[in-house]
């Protein structure tokens, strides 16, 4: 394999507001083209790697021990996904990273994307349309691993406490039936929207 330049190595730690699930599905869409290929590590690391290169009459050969390849870490956390890339070798692997940083993060400003932060004002709110006619099951704790409690109606009162990340602790009901518990800012639609 013949390398032109110097090897380069760059680390970006960020949080977006990307599932861990999300952030894999699109660095395999985006940066898995030939001759790169993806590969998951374990349950909170992937890497794409350079398996195919160009030999000395142009020919493409196959790499025995990749040096150009992308590392990516996602963990889930209150605020978001916390993302760590690494990009290692030739200039490929860097703007293969860096236009993946560019996508998840560009989202967090985008108010036509579904993967930004959404500020959800404490008061009352309601759920998305998309539950009419079922529950939605509220977290007990703003983690996707904690315990889902009753689900809650659409037509069910709900008032936003506080906002935690991408997490919003509701209480719902009335009188001696009020229930806590944390939904998604996603899920929510404030009925109060400030101008």
């Known amino acids: 394999m013949l390398y032109l330049g110097r090897r380069r190595s760059n680390r970006w730690v960020t949080t977006v507001y990307t599932p861990p699930r999300e952030v894999f599905a ?23 790697a350079q398996l195919l290169a160009n030999g000395f ?16 870490e996602c963990h889930s956390t209150a605020q978001g996904t916390a993302l760590t890339l690494v990009a290692e070798g030739q200039r490929s692997a860097t703007i293969r990273a860096v236009n ?14 579904v993967y930004r932060l959404r500020r959800i004002p404490p008061g009352p709110c309601t759920l998305v349309q998309s539950w009419a006619g079922t529950g939605y099951p509220l977290f007990s704790n703003p983690d996707y691993g904690a315990e889902r409690t009753l689900p809650v109606l659409p037509s069910s009162p709900l008032v936003a406490v506080q ?26 639609v404030p009925e109060v929207i400030a101008a």
């Open 26 to 48: 699109l660095a395999e869409q985006l940066m898995a083209l030939p001759p790169f290929s993806f590969r998951i590590i374990d349950e909170h690391t992937a890497e794409v």
């Open 57 to 72: 009459f142009g020919q493409w050969i196959k790499v025995k021990h990749p040096k150009t390849k992308v590392r990516i």
């Open 100 to 113: 993946l940083l560019r996508i998840l993060t560009q989202g967090e400003r985008d108010a036509e994307t």
């Open 163 to 188: 906002q935690t990340g991408r997490w919003v602790r509701v209480k719902s009901g009335v009188g001696e039936g009020v229930r806590e518990g944390w939904i998604e800012a996603d899920q929510l």
